[in-house]
């Protein structure tokens, strides 16, 4: 039986099905404006992960996650870049699905964009205000968060804590310094739609909901996201989601909630505001794409993981190794439930487990050694993705394996390590047999 961590009762739980035919789960996808980095990369190979072990125990599941194409983020994008809205998110939704690819992230089932769902947007608001948990302000439409009881009941934030000690302007327009945007006006040169409270366009929270119930009917089994998505994100989706069908219950939009941990690099959360952002595109000229997928998926989902290179160069060294053994053996790519590789995964995605489960066995292969192999397959060796080397550079390690194996083969030890160090620089992996070198990128 899967076994998961419910973010909502802050609790691992058996996962009970609302259906057991047909699993729905939604997690927030991209906003595409940029290149996505490797704490991105994080989150969703977490969510794919998660989408794999669904997929291998359930008959039917349907994997929802969304591109948010309008946002206040992409404008500035475009503005910068002096092009339209259209071409910043054409530009990098393209470079999103080939990320994907990358790191052997299957495509979710249902790939919804934000601006088509605009009409329904509006109606949602319209109902909002209806029930009497939002308010127009200067062109604004905003939800009152002092109407929704369960406020918080994600992040275990209280209002009024948050209201203790804090010093923070309330805009104008505000009532409680929570509330927060379903519409804002948009400026003429700015993209936006005709409202019945005028020239704007939704927020990014609602978003989220009209998209996850239109796509999957609501409640569904699984929602899904990054730590930081908690609050005041899926907060806001509860909230309003709940209000909009008049009930108090979170279960009532969601039964389970999923997050990753962060990344972090130096000890300290990686993001763009600090500076400190490793871009995907920058590693796989030196990584494949399963050694990137490895790494990340090194430590437990749940837990902060540490970014650094001596990490990714064990996950290369580690996934070089399964490989080169599974290649012995032509195995497919399947997930086999009774597999122990699988019962890590059910587990909580007990990752680590999974890995040291399939190292341990390629030491001393048993009759479970292939059922074994095509489940750590499906799971982490999803990507093509190979470091290209040009001919001039085979060429220069290939006169490097040959000096050393001349300097070994003389006694001169010193030069031969020097020789060897020198390949590990270029990423190159070696080993001794009968006399010769035989080495891999």
């Known amino acids: 039986m899967l076994k998961i961590y419910n973010s ?7 996962f009970e099905p609302l259906d057991q035919n047909h699993i729905k789960y939604y997690s927030c996808g991209p906003t595409v404006y940029n290149r996505i980095h490797i704490g991105n990369a994080r989150a969703f190979i977490c969510a794919d992960l998660l989408a794999k072990v669904l997929k291998g125990i359930y008959p039917r599941v349907t994997y929802v996650s969304n591109i948010t194409d309008i946002d206040d983020k992409i404008i500035e994008a475009a503005k910068e870049e002096k092009v339209s809205i259209k071409e910043i998110t054409n530009k990098y939704y393209k470079i999103y699905l080939k990320d994907l690819k990358t790191l052997g992230i299957d495509k979710p089932d249902i790939q919804p964009f934000a601006t088509d769902y605009i009409d329904e947007m509006i109606k949602y608001i319209e109902q909002l205000i209806v029930n009497n948990n939002a308010y127009v302000k200067e062109g604004n439409v905003l939800f009152d968060v002092t109407k929704f009881p369960n406020y918080g009941c994600l992040s275990g934030r209280n209002l009024d804590e948050q209201k203790a000690g804090k010093r923070v302007d309330i805009e104008a327009y505000k009532r409680n310094h929570n509330d927060f945007i379903l519409w804002k006006p948009s400026d003429d040169d700015e993209p936006g739609w005709e409202s019945p409270w005028g020239y704007g366009r939704p927020g990014w929270h609602l978003e989220c909901s009209v998209m996850s119930e239109l796509t999957l009917n609501i409640p569904f089994d699984i929602h899904g996201g990054g730590n930081d998505l908690k609050f005041p994100h899926h907060d806001n989706e509860i909230a309003q989601t709940c209000a909009y069908h008049n009930t108090n219950n979170p279960e009532d939009f969601a039964k389970y909630w999923f997050h990753n941990g962060f990344l972090n690099l130096e000890n300290e959360k990686m993001s763009k505001s600090m500076g400190n952002v490793v871009y995907l595109d920058d590693l796989l000229n030196e990584y494949d794409g399963n050694h990137i997928r490895l790494a990340l998926l090194s430590s437990h989902y749940r837990q902060p993981i540490p970014w650094t290179r001596n990490l990714l160069e064990q996950a290369k060294t580690i996934s070089n190794k399964i490989s080169k053994f599974m290649a012995d053996y032509d195995v497919s ?109």
């Open 8 to 14: 909502l009762t802050k609790q691992k739980e058996a």
């Open 333 to 441: 790519s399947e997930y086999i439930k009774d597999s122990n590789v699988a019962k890590a995964l059910t587990d909580d995605l007990n990752t680590p487990k999974a890995i040291s489960t399939i190292q341990k066995l390629i030491q001393e292969p048993n009759e479970s050694i292939i059922d074994e192999l095509r489940t750590f397959k499906y799971v982490f060796q999803g990507s093509s993705h190979k470091v290209s080397i040009n001919e001039e550079s085979i060429d220069i390690i290939k006169q490097l394996v040959s000096d050393r194996d001349k300097a070994r083969n003389e006694g001169n030890y010193d030069l031969a390590d020097k020789l060897r160090d020198k390949l590990l620089k270029m990423n190159v992996s070696i080993k001794d047999v009968d006399g010769k070198t035989e080495w891999e990128i």
